[in-house]
């Protein structure tokens, strides 16, 4: 079965500097792997996934990812943190073979000062 | 294109009472996801379904819970004799068939409060 762990409960950064929120991910197959955000009282919404080719993906609102295959990690990256990033961040995976579920980690607060 | 839509927005039941929470996937998509959030847990998964199957109900409770997506209308996910720690938000997912690689798409939630 496939899962996945966001070892920080919650991520400070100050606005401008580099932020990076970690996930590890263990699948039987090969995985898809995605990241989602979430603001207070809405819905999750999509940001970037990977599927293949590129290690690194870009998404929307700039952000980023690194698939490490030797790691099993997909961190999540921006290279200059806005106030307006702080929100709630899921990663999520998904093994390659057909009717599996799409899973979550518990979620890593990001809180971007000013 | 209407997204993913959850009814209702605000569920509030008393213990004992029946909740029913109502979703229609995007238009073109025919599986569906439920997941819970609690404060301390994250995005619990719950069922995974596509029109008239369960595909994988690994997450869900093994009483007074149950899933369906029919052939027609929206999938429903019923919860028997609520108590109070039914209470949370209750997500929507879908997604194309087939499409593994695909992202799922949310719903904005029904908020459930069992008072």
């Known amino acids: 079965a496939q899962s996945v762990a966001q070892p920080e409960d919650q991520v400070n950064v100050a606005e401008g500097n580099p932020l990076t929120v970690k996930c590890t991910y263990s699948v039987s197959g090969n995985p898809y792997l995605f990241w989602y955000v979430q603001y207070p009282n809405r819905g999750l919404q999509f940001l970037l996934k990977y599927i293949t080719g590129d290690n690194l993906v870009k998404g929307s609102y700039g952000f980023e990812a690194e698939f490490n295959k030797s790691q099993t990690s997909f961190h999540l990256k921006k290279p200059s943190a806005l106030v307006s990033d702080s929100a709630l961040y899921f990663c999520a995976v998904r093994d390659d073979q057909a009717g599996t579920a799409l899973i979550f980690g518990k979620g890593t607060t990001l809180s971007v000062s000013s | ?115």
């Open chain 2, 1 to 115: 294109n209407a997204g993913v839509m959850q009814n209702p927005r605000h569920l509030v039941r008393r213990r004992g009472q029946e909740a029913r929470l109502r979703c229609s996937p995007m238009k073109g998509h025919s599986h569906v996801y439920w997941y819970r959030q609690l404060p301390e847990e994250g995005l619990k998964f719950m069922v995974y379904l596509q029109k008239e199957n369960i595909i994988d109900e690994s997450g869900m409770p093994k009483e007074r819970f149950s899933a369906e997506f029919p052939k027609e209308g929206p999938s429903i996910l019923r919860i028997q004799q609520v108590v109070r720690g039914d209470s949370a938000a209750y997500f929507c997912a879908s997604s194309p068939q087939g499409q593994e690689n695909t992202e799922a798409f949310f719903g904005q939630g029904t908020r459930l409060t069992v008072v």
